[in-house]
């Protein structure tokens, strides 16, 4: 990550108010975490350090820098590691997981691990912070593996896998698996994994505020986007209102500027099997002042609210809960037209007054000292709509 912003990728979700819930992927891992524990301490792993994951989305080739969830899956999982720890056995039997490896690797230069010998000889060679208490230790083992959305895209598939200091073999780290189970798609999964997707605002006003009428949401998302990577269903054109452009996402349309200067946002779209297209622009120059504009597009009485985050983190407070918790910037029926400008993160003072913090993209050193307070989503735009719903008397 040499600036501020290094690719861009706007995943558009709009969807009712409907209460939060644990993600699939979370609960997913959960489950099988127990099972994840025996088979690393039949391996004779003490202490475990998680690295990024592979995405495989659709026919492209599995790749790191893809999609959101290959960074923020290390502490998703470490966390699920910890809490499905059994609770009667002592402490010196317990697994240490070590936290934000993929940060102390980067800050003490390792480099590319998975690729040259003397990176992997120092990633073990490394210290890291133990997840609970005040010490650090080097790893026995280095858990990764791939993430994979299957056939049509109900499921995704996680590969867990491990390797150890001397599983360096033929030019690159042998790894063996761990662990392998099955999540069911939901629209959390769709975002992390790179996806747009707008849920038709027709639907939404058949939907209430059950578990069920969430679950059918997701159907409908993952079939989406299922559709439109096979070539079934066209990509929607601006007049559309499941559009998911920058020029027409869901009602809103998104730009963005460096010090003045709009900005091509590119598509990309694969061959067969990835034709569902991904958005990025280039990244600016240290210095550079970094601009983004956000525009109601759609008519109607109807009030519309947007979460805008920047490496993970929301614009208002840089909040990094899940969007749906987050507090969201409203666009009122008068609003239409209305170019609004975000050019920071921004807070309230104890005065009750705005404050902004503008955002200048960094240079590569300070870009790799900030690194650890950018989020797990360092890179990446995700812009989430949400649209009210008028109740029946």
């Not at 994979?148 to 499921?155: N, P, Q, T, Y």
Request: aromatic share 8%.
């Amino acid at each position: 990550m040499n600036h501020l912003i290094r690719s861009v990728l706007l995943l558009t979700v709009a969807w009712a108010a409907l209460p939060v819930q644990a993600a699939n992927l979370d609960q997913a891992l959960l489950k099988n975490a127990p099972d994840l524990l025996v088979a690393l301490k039949k391996a004779n792993i003490k202490v475990v350090g998680v690295l990024p994951f592979a995405v495989q989305r659709g026919t492209r080739p599995a790749a790191f820098d893809c999609a959101p969830l290959s960074a923020g899956l290390p502490t998703r999982l470490e966390n699920a590691l910890i809490l499905r720890q059994p609770g009667n056995e002592p402490d010196e039997s317990l697994l240490k997981v070590l936290r934000d490896v993929v940060g102390t690797a980067a800050r003490a230069g390792v480099g590319a691990w998975s690729k040259d010998q003397a990176a992997f000889q120092k990633l073990f060679a490394g210290s890291y912070e133990l997840a609970w208490g005040n010490k650090k230790l080097s790893a026995d083992a280095f858990l990764t593996g791939e993430v994979r959305l299957l056939g049509d895209g109900i499921e995704a598939e996680v590969v867990i896998t491990f390797f150890k200091p001397d599983s360096w073999k033929d030019g690159k780290p042998s790894q063996q698996l761990a662990s392998t189970f099955k999540v069911k798609t939901d629209r959390s999964l769709l975002r992390d994994l790179g996806y747009n997707a707008v849920v038709n605002p027709r639907a939404l006003k058949r939907k209430g505020a059950e578990k069920s009428d969430a679950e059918e949401l997701d159907q409908e998302a993952v079939a989406r986007v299922a559709n439109e990577e096979e070539g079934k269903q066209p990509l929607p054109d601006a007049k559309q209102p499941d559009s998911h452009s920058p020029d027409s996402l869901a009602g809103f349309k998104f730009e963005i500027e460096y010090d003045g200067v709009k900005q091509a946002i590119r598509s990309e779209v694969g061959g067969n099997g990835a034709k569902h297209p991904t958005y990025s622009v280039d990244a600016p120059k240290p210095g550079q002042k970094v601009s983004m504009f956000v525009t109601r597009t759609l008519v109607g009485d109807a009030k519309m609210g947007i979460v805008l985050r920047i490496n993970g983190k929301s614009t208002w407070n840089q909040e990094d809960a899940d969007p749906a918790s987050c507090r969201r910037w409203i666009f009122n029926p008068m609003s239409v037209g209305k170019r609004e400008d975000f050019a920071g993160f921004y807070r309230e003072d104890k005065d009750g007054k705005l404050v902004c913090n503008e955002w200048k993209a960094l240079d590569e050193t300070a870009a790799v000292a900030a690194a650890a307070t950018m989020g797990v989503r360092i890179g990446w735009i995700d812009l989430d709509v949400f649209a009210s719903r008028e109740e029946k008397a």
